[in-house]
């Protein structure tokens, strides 16, 4: 194909040679198309998270992988900022910054602050039943095995393979932080991960935060609440 291309653009070909080489063109996509569409069915055969690996392959085909994987680089008021460190500290203090924004817009003028301090609270209102091995083992068996971690660095798939072994620690933790009202202080940090959302990649602006939990804090029952 691409020796067909330099002589259309060397020669000056007959109409029979330029209609060969459209039509080779047009064999050529079919036959591309086709192999393309036989590995994209092997990988996702073979893949262990087959819904992971189509939107991998969609995202590919769209262009969204290569600005996903990309190294974040922003613009500055003195230019664009490479230094992985700086572009950290800069993303850092946007985050910030933007929680405190929202938090300064979404507070309560001062006559609902009075009116709150006046409501009677109740501090036996919430029942919590004590936590099941089985329920522990049945939400350990739902994690689907990500290969992100938290700040504590334990990923999911190896707390599935070790479900056996922990579980039994896992439900006396957990009834214990429940009994005396403690929360693991570990449980309260979050690995917080720059996420593109659209538009200028060099603009701070089109970047949001994602919160990634330790992977215990997710073995939470929601249901006694």
């Not at 262990?48 to 600005?67: A, D, P």
């Not at 720059?194 to 249901?223: A, E, H, W």
Request: charged share 30%.
């Amino acid at each position: 194909m691409r020796f067909l291309n330099s002589l259309k653009r060397r020669f000056n070909l007959s109409r029979e040679a330029q209609a060969y080489i459209k039509k080779y063109q047009i064999t050529y996509k079919k036959v591309l198309k086709e192999t393309k569409k036989r590995e994209n069915d092997r990988l996702i055969g073979k893949a262990s998270n087959k819904t992971k690996k189509i939107w991998q392959l969609i995202n590919k085909q769209i262009g969204k992988c290569s600005i996903m994987n990309k190294k974040i680089e922003l613009m500055t008021a003195t230019g664009i900022e490479t230094d992985p460190q700086k572009v950290t500290e800069l993303l850092n203090a946007h985050f910030v910054e933007t929680v405190d924004e929202i938090i300064r817009q979404n507070k309560y003028p001062p006559h609902t602050q009075t009116a709150q301090l006046k409501i009677e609270y109740c501090p036996n209102s919430i029942v919590m039943l004590p936590i099941t091995e089985q329920e522990v083992d049945c939400v350990i068996r739902r994690l689907k095995g990500k290969f992100s971690a938290g700040c504590d660095e334990i990923q999911e798939y190896i707390v599935k393979q070790c479900a056996v072994s922990i579980k039994g620690p896992l439900t006396h933790i957990y009834n214990m932080s429940i009994n005396s009202g403690t929360f693991p202080e570990l449980f309260k940090v979050a690995r917080v991960k720059p996420l593109y959302k659209k538009g200028d990649t060099y603009s701070i602006q089109n970047y949001r935060p994602i919160s990634i939990l330790p992977v215990f804090l997710k073995n939470s029952r929601k249901d006694n609440v």
